[in-house]
């Protein structure tokens, strides 16, 4: 894992799914995949959103752009939807040389695998 050296164009590719910066205009697509839903908010650290009026992914992306972590959208290939996201927690600990990681995906999406294909992406980092 190289998550040391943070390259905010980066782009990681797997078999089902295409992992790239979150943007802005993601935000309706979290909303409906994450922020939405209390049952994927129980396993995740975000907030539940009522309103689609107010979904928004601004200080997400503005915290990876100024910290320097991998806040990625998971995005199916085949179909160009955003199903979810995982990120960098941390920056690499020098010592262990390793970083947490953090991932949340539509309950539509559970069960299929694509949590643990995006994970390897980013180990393999």
């Known amino acids: 894992m190289s998550m040391e050296y943070y390259d905010p164009e980066l782009v990681l590719e797997t078999e089902h799914l295409m992992l790239r910066a979150l943007r802005r205009d993601d935000a309706l697509a979290i909303y409906h995949a994450i922020n939405h839903d209390r049952e994927v908010l129980k396993y995740y650290v975000a907030p539940y959103i009522e309103d689609e009026k107010d979904a928004s992914v601004d200080g997400t992306v503005r915290y990876a752009e100024t910290a320097g972590v991998y806040i990625f959208a998971i995005v ?50």
């Open 76 to 125: 199916l290939k085949e179909t160009g939807e955003v199903i979810g996201m995982i990120n960098q927690c941390n920056k690499m600990n020098p010592y262990f040389r390793n970083v947490e990681v953090g991932y949340a995906i539509s309950r539509k999406y559970w069960n299929r695998g694509y949590c643990t294909e995006a994970l390897v992406a980013m180990i393999d980092l």
